[in-house]
């Protein structure tokens, strides 16, 4: 069975690490022609460069933009269309979240906070939608966390942004059916990757290696499964989301936490 992506074109948001590209791996894998971007133009041409070496570099395109600044992300968004000619899928995966609880969150904090998780997905859909509207297959499918539904103390500012996201995803789910534009979302809850790598660099206890630090994590949080995932576990979903196969799905979420998740 096949995704039947080949050839359709997809932005990905946040390629250049994680989540972001393991999903660029997969629709490369599936013959698409994928546009994917980051902030920092070192870590794009990396991507680029490693995965030339395993795929046809024409089906893919690289550029630097930030997602909040509205004037890159249309410029961004007219390069894809000027390389690709189209544009079919669009995930919003570009992020990062705020460790902080409601004493340490500062209203900067707040305002970073809700801007990147709202205006990152916002700025990109109002660019993409012309194009979007014109393909027989458009998708929008957000990266959300499971803290949008879960709030936790220690992260207070992202689970109120996560929140709102999450009511975002659904609303234009709701208005874009007429486009013929399925939303969906996936739901993480830990997932290995540049952030966690990040922690793991700033981990008091150096003695502890990554595979040992992962997994009291993991302990700590009590994720049933034991492990954090992997990013191409979380990558399957979004693949799924975004692509034909889930013709008949909009509005819904995926959740991708090892069973964190206790509720129904
Ligand atoms: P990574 O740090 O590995 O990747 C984040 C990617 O987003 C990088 O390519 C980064 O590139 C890019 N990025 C960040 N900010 C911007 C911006 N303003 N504009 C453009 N690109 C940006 O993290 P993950 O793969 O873990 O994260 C992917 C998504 O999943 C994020 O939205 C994150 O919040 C979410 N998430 C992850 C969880 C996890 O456990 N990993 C848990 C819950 C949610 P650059 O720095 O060069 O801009």
Redesign the pocket.
């Known amino acids: 069975m096949s995704f039947q992506v080949r050839n359709k074109v997809v932005i990905v ?10 999903l660029v791996k997969l629709f490369l894998a599936e013959g698409a022609r994928v546009a ?5 133009d070192k ?2 041409q990396a991507t680029f460069d490693l995965l030339s070496k395993d795929y046809d570099s024409s089906q893919m395109f690289i550029h630097q ?5 509205k004037e890159q992300v249309a410029n961004y968004v007219a390069l894809v269309v000027k390389k690709f000619g189209a544009i079919d899928m669009l995930v ?6 705020k460790v902080a609880d409601f004493f340490a969150t500062e209203e900067q904090d707040w305002i970073d906070e809700l801007q ?2 709202v205006f ?1 997905v916002v700025n990109m859909i109002h660019a993409a939608l012309p194009y979007l509207k014109q393909s027989d297959i458009a998708s929008i499918t957000n ?5 949008g539904l879960k709030p936790e103390t220690h992260m207070v500012a ?1 689970s109120v942004a ?1 929140a709102g996201l999450l009511n975002l995803s659904k609303n234009l789910a709701n208005e874009l059916v007429k486009e013929n534009i399925r939303v969906n979302s996936i739901l ?11 922690r793991f660099e700033a981990r008091s206890d150096k003695t502890k290696d990554w595979v040992g630090w992962t997994a009291g994590v993991a302990n700590k949080k009590q994720i049933p499964m034991g492990r ?2 992997k ?1 191409e576990e ?1 990558a399957y979903a979004l693949m799924f989301l975004a692509s034909p196969l889930s013709s008949y799905t909009t509005g819904s979420v995926i959740d991708v936490s090892g069973g964190l998740s206790k509720e129904i």
Request: glycine share 18%; aromatic share 4%; charged share 20%.
């Open positions: 948001t946040g390629g250049s690490s994680g989540i972001g590209l393991a994917w971007c980051g902030r920092d870590k794009l933009c930030d997602v909040l600044k919003n995966n570009a992020g990062q979240g990147l998780k990152s990266v959300n966390s499971l803290l992202t996560r993480i809850g830990l997932v290995e990757s540049g952030q966690w790598r990040r954090l995932g990013p979380a």
